[in-house]
């Protein structure tokens, strides 16, 4: 399969559709990004880098850093990681608070921005400097020197981080939550405003399309039971509740970030990156589901 290939004829076909979406506002510094950002990049499984389009650009991860702290976490605290985090998509958007009350302050899954919350505040617990520790882990998979938290998409969210701040306070009401809220509501905050560009990303996630093996970091990350585990997370609740569509169009683990990124795997194949800001309704980048729907047609095999 000539990746270069494929992936430059899946870009075209995206511009030339010319999808539109909303670029998110509700951080109010990530409005400023430009729309017409596009970009892809895909890494096989010896290493080998294929790119087109603005797939050097660093741009905001957000919630594809919940992809990471789960790693981090699911590493040091195995399966007693579930007591605290169910593994059920939610069919909820990515900042509801709703079902916290009725199911006993325990988030649907880890990658709601509540159930991300409760893994930094886990992590928090382990780590003396676990901002420190996020990047250090991420330039680790990723093989170099990385991670740049955008200090004004930080703070610009931490400008507006109430609702996430009476997420954090619930999960303490129901004793789900360790640590100092605004320390914790800080780190995950930074973990979001951290920005790298989608070859970096895809390079980064090489362990989930490799049985938790990375290629750059060059050891295993998580062991083969565990890769699948996040994989499967990702394929049923990356996508909050847009998951079985994205399931259903695209048919691999992914996750997505406000930011307009997607980083998604093919186990055994591939992991790749595709960026562009303009978001749907679910707060998913119209352009890059797109790019991997069509991506899975031309190549005629997904997960499935
Ligand atoms: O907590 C938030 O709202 C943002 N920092 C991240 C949300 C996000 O990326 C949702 N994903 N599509």
């Known amino acids: 399969m000539d990746y270069q290939q494929l992936i430059e004829e899946v870009y075209q076909e995206v511009n030339d559709l010319n999808l539109r979406g909303t670029v998110a506002d509700y951080i109010p510094e990530l409005a400023k990004v430009s729309a017409d950002r596009f970009g892809m990049a895909l890494i096989d499984l010896n290493g080998e880098v294929y790119g087109v389009g603005d797939y050097q650009e660093p741009f905001s991860i957000q919630s594809i850093s919940k992809v990471f702290t789960l790693t981090m976490v699911f590493h040091v605290f195995r399966s007693k990681l579930w007591s605290r985090v169910n593994v059920e998509p939610s069919g909820n958007p990515f900042n509801s608070i709703a079902q916290l009350e009725y199911e006993k302050g325990i988030p649907r899954n880890p990658f709601l921005n509540a159930g991300a919350l409760v893994i930094t505040d886990a992590l928090t617990s382990k780590s003396e400097n ?12 990723a093989g170099q020197h990385c991670v740049r938290i955008n200090e004004e998409v930080m703070h610009s969210e931490l400008l507006h981080a109430e609702r996430n701040t009476a997420m954090a306070y619930f999960l303490k009401a129901y004793q789900n939550f360790d640590n100092d809220i605004q320390e914790v509501i800080r780190t995950y905050v ?3 405003s951290i920005e790298m560009s989608c070859e970096e990303l895809a390079k980064a996630f090489s362990y989930l399309a490799n049985d938790g ?18 994989n499967a997370l990702m394929l049923t609740c990356g996508f909050y509740d847009e998951s079985g569509e994205f399931a259903f169009r695209v048919g691999l683990p992914g996750k997505s970030g406000v930011g307009g990124g997607v980083a998604a795997v093919l186990p055994g194949k591939f992991s790749i990156a595709v960026w562009s800001p303009e978001l749907n309704e679910k707060g998913n980048s119209v352009k890059a589901i797109k790019a991997l729907e069509l991506l899975t047609d031309k190549l005629k095999f997904s997960l499935f």
């Open 213 to 230: 093996y990375s290629l750059f970091a060059k050891r295993e990350i998580l062991n083969e039971s565990q890769s699948r585990r996040v």
């Open 190 to 192: 930074s973990q979001c």
């Open 130 to 141: 676990p901002v420190h520790s996020i990047r250090e882990f991420i330039d680790e998979l």
